[in-house]
């Protein structure tokens, strides 16, 4: 009935629901009708007329048609509608399969030709997956069927998710399956799932069924609003597929064995011991209300070595930037004086200002490189009362040494000009330890300067929604405590400031590792030959993606071949219209691997 699809299934049943434009029925009917199969069996009950008159007579001459009707639907589960067409299952090998299902083109062709007679597709557990798991042994025979209520946290690297598609040889079922099948419903009754008839089976140790690993191969079972939204962007046209994906700024976890080289993280903290910290605290940190913005201060002001009176903690850098951009024009004593920015950058900064309001300054050179100079002199004679500053930047990855930062800031001191130095990926850069502005000296040095810095990106954290921001303005940052909610931090945000000090040498070893990782992998994105590589201090690479190629073909490519997400960035302000672009994440080594592999092999 997909009652958790709400109005995508008031008037039709869940294979009527369309996916990108298809109904499900459709694409799966249109996938066995290249199967050689003698006929498909339908079994209909809610909303059961209306799909079988919708399919009329479409198929005619490619599949046959046939249906049986659960009248009783409502009240059963899907081990009577199978009851109901246990002859059929008796008459031929047979094909089982569930409507809800979205599958990949070869999974169908997979089962076919599998030499095994009776056989069930499974994928290895993922965090999204829910129903039927499996466990099997060295050869591939299922041992256990574990639902839903018998499933254990602690076993989930040993399980594979059924993908509710199955192959049952005739003998199979006349001497197994549908025997126990009459057995069970007369047993439990009729209001049960039919994978507890083959649960049962496989407790008896005969190694009646096997299990297919599909692999990397794309699936997707359609339950509810949210799977229908993933299915959509898994299963999407060439022509829409970035619009999608980038369209969902994140949460790319849901998605299967998906590698995300967009985000930008730390890939090598926090350490194993942090986690395991954070972990033991879970309940209490789930069912317990976070400290207000006086506690969270004080642990911010812990964390980074800056007074309570010059930071303030952030549900994520995005909630600081907000208050920030509106607050800094009405502080200042020039009435109309506008804000300057340097493109390419992170648009989520002059995003907060029409364009009448930004002054933009754009390096005049092929790889977008500029220097604490060339801004004073661009800016120098600019109306502007505040100067935004990335360092590194984003997606260049330009870097402007703390000498010259604090250059500049001074220069802006100087004309009464805010400097708004965003430093989140300042810790990948050489030397980092000495590279931070986060210090009571310096921020009293330059009280026109604020300093932001997203935890989510230096300390692998995205999840926990963390940044801070920091200056001697003591009247900026009490107006910016005003502005954002008294309890704008989770616990978790709050217990990882809490802990942070003890794993401060963990963070250290980890931007370490992070800097020799990035040069070794910016000398393999080197032996690309439609690349050219911009030189850069950050977590990322801008890349120019060389003619005749453009990036948009490339990040398909990468996504439907490779299963790695990767950002276009041709047509980003500030970069050549004329050029293509694609901006790389850095993340461990295996993975970093696996993208040059997958970078090689579109160049063949």
Known sequence: MGRRLGEYTKNNTKCMVPVNGVRLIDRLLEQLSRTDLQRVVIVVGYKGKELMDYIGSRYDGRVKIEFAENPVYDKTNNIYSLALVKEQLQEDDTLLIESDLILSDRLIPMLVDCEDPNVALVARYESWMDGTMVEIDQDRNIVNFIPKEAFNYANAG????????????????????????????????????????????????NHDLKAQDIGKEQWYEIDDKQDLDIAEALFVDEKDVLRKYYGRYGGYWRFPQMLDFCYLVNPYFPSRRMKDELRANFDTLLTEYPSGMKVNTLLASKCFGVSE????????????????????????????????????????????????????????????????????????????????????????????????????????????????????????????????????????????????KSISKSYGVPGLRLGVLASADKELIARIKKEVSIWNLNSFAEFFMQIYNKYEKDYQRA????????????????????????????????????????????VISMLKKHNILTRDCSGKSGLDPNRQYMRIAVRNHEDNARLIEGMKDFSK
């Open 158 to 205: 040993s399980y594979y998710k059924t993908v509710n598609i199955y192959k049952f040889s005739r003998e199979f079922s006349r001497q197994k399956y549908v025997p126990f099948l009459e057995a069970y419903t007369k047993s439990v009754g009729n209001n049960e799932y039919y994978e507890n008839v083959l649960r049962i089976i496989s407790f008896l140790n």
């Open 309 to 452: 009176d010059y930071i303030v903690p952030g549900n994520g850098a995005a909630e600081l930037i907000k208050v920030l951009m509106s607050l800094t024009p009405t502080l200042s004593e020039r009435e109309g004086a506008k804000t300057g920015f340097i493109r390419p950058t992170f648009e989520e900064y002059p995003n907060r200002y029409d364009d009448n309001s930004q002054v933009t300054y754009v390096p005049q050179n092929s790889e977008y490189r500029y220097t604490a100079d060339d801004l004073m002199a661009f800016f120098g004679d600019k109306d502007v009362c505040q100067l935004m500053l990335i360092n590194p930047d984003n997606p260049s990855g330009n870097f402007i040494p703390k000498t010259d930062v604090m250059r500049l800031a001074q220069w802006c001191e100087e004309r009464g000009i805010r400097l708004v130095v965003d430093e989140s990926f300042v810790d990948f850069s050489t030397d980092y330890a000495t590279n931070s502005l986060l210090s009571d000296e310096i921020l009293e040095a330059y009280p026109h300067m604020a300093v932001m």
């Open 511 to 554: 931007c370490e590792k992070f800097v020799v990782e990035r040069d070794d992998f910016e000398r393999q994105l080197r032996t690309i030959p439609f690349f050219h590589v911009m030189p850069s201090q950050a977590n990322y690479f801008l890349c120019e993606v060389l003619p005749p190629y453009k990036a948009s073909e490339i």
